[in-house]
């Protein structure tokens, strides 16, 4: 079905693998158009509760965008490239109403850095490095990297990556909070998997609005706290709610529907 990615379904978990290892999964314009089209799945597809963003092979995630495609772009062609990026892939990934982790094994640069900051939360191997080295080809990161990263990372520390391009390896991304957990590269994917049976057996709905809020917390809306009251307020209204409380007080696991 697909030319550069692959797919996997378990446990309504679905493992999206960026398959180009012999250019260290780089992205280009197929990559970002076949990662549009899965992501619509991902919203769409009710048997997908979440999902994993990882690379194939040990050497990388995504080792950056492909620069070959960079050659005959002007600067609005720079800027339609950057804008698809985000309207197809990077902004649909950090709005998904489903969890969507991402496993770094191996290098993650430039695009494929903005690609891992634009999940919800990020894993990584031991032997992961990342880095937005766009400055040594006289440019910025295009797909997020100068405002996702210093939202998690903090200013001085984004500033410092963005300016001098040099990467950072697994330790140091789990120090400054790039990175949630550091595991072997053979343990990578069933961690992330764990985490992701726990978060699945959340209630959707709940789920949903607790990515929403945090996203407007992130970003600094004055109104967030406004509008966690009123979808804390929404969700009472759901039968997700009514059966999580009602399991809580009869000591059970609950059975959420998503309703």
């Known amino acids: ?147 996702r990263l210093p939202k998690l990372v903090g200013k001085g520390k984004a500033m410092e990556m963005v300016l001098s391009g040099n990467m950072i390896d697994a330790a140091e991304a789990l120090r400054i909070g790039l990175v949630n957990y550091v595991t072997s590269p053979e343990q990578l994917l069933e961690q992330t998997r764990t985490l992701l049976r726990t978060i699945n057996s959340k209630a959707p709905l709940a789920i949903a609005k607790a990515i929403e809020l945090t996203n407007i917390a992130s970003n600094g809306d004055a109104d967030g706290l406004q509008k966690e009251i009123k979808a804390f307020g929404d969700l009472f209204d759901t039968a997700d709610a009514k059966e999580g409380t009602t399991a809580f007080l009869e000591k059970r696991k609950p059975v959420f529907t998503g309703k």
């Open 1 to 147: 079905m697909y030319q550069t990615i692959l797919t996997s379904l378990e446990e309504n978990i679905l493992t999206i693998t960026v398959n180009r290892p012999d250019k260290l999964n780089a992205l280009n314009k197929t990559v970002v158009e076949e990662l549009s089209t899965v992501l619509n799945e991902v919203y769409s597809n009710a048997s997908i509760r979440s999902a994993i963003i990882t690379g194939s092979g040990p050497k990388a995630f995504v080792a950056g965008a492909d620069i070959s495609e960079f050659g005959s772009l002007n600067s609005q062609a720079g800027s339609a490239l950057a804008k698809k990026g985000h309207d197809y892939v990077f902004d649909k990934i950090e709005n998904s109403p489903k969890p969507i982790i991402a496993a770094v094994n191996g290098f993650a640069l430039g695009g494929g850095c903005e690609l891992a900051m634009a999940c919800h939360f990020r894993l990584c191997s031991d032997n992961a490095k990342f880095g937005q080295p766009e400055v040594n080809l006289g440019l910025i990161p295009g797909y997020g990297g100068t405002q």
